[in-house]
Nanobody, 123 residues
Framework: QVQLVESGGGRVQTGGSLRLSCTAS????????VGWFRQAPGKEREGVRC????????PYIRVREKRFSISRDNAKKTVWLTINDLEPEDTGVYYC????????????????WGQGTQVTVSS
């Protein structure tokens, strides 16, 4: 069964850090770009970071962008999103998604989506 599974979310205090994982099963990530997206309550889904099959990184969120980092290990079929200095505005459900080769800001172009992991940042 082809799927992406996110993990690592939770409840943290402002200023904390989280490392979210996105692990693929049923397919290999070698030829896929993997993006992280988030959706806050009452808001539209937005892109956070994406890493292409060639490890080119697309920073979709540019405000305080140094708080976010993305990396991948194809052998482990896993992509990580690390968020440092968390803020209450980072609260939401974080999703990973995969598409062929290169990153895109078009949500509809991603063929595989995970079920999401909840991140809650308290002040």
């Amino acid at each position: 069964q082809v799927q992406l599974v996110e993990s690592g979310g939770g409840r943290v205090q402002t200023g904390g850090s989280l490392r979210l994982s996105c692990t693929a099963s049923g397919f290999t990530l070698d030829d896929y770009a993997v993006g992280w997206f988030r959706q806050a309550p009452g808001k539209e889904r937005e892109g956070v970071r994406c890493i292409s099959y060639g490890n080119r990184i697309s920073p979709y969120i540019r405000v305080r962008e140094k708080r976010f980092s993305i990396s991948r290990d194809n052998a482990k079929k896993t992509v990580w999103l690390t968020i440092n200095d968390l803020e209450p505005e980072d609260t939401g459900v974080y999703y990973c998604a995969a598409r062929d080769f290169d990153c895109s800001e078009s949500f509809g172009s991603y063929v595989y989506w995970g079920q999401g992991t909840q991140v809650t940042v308290s002040s």
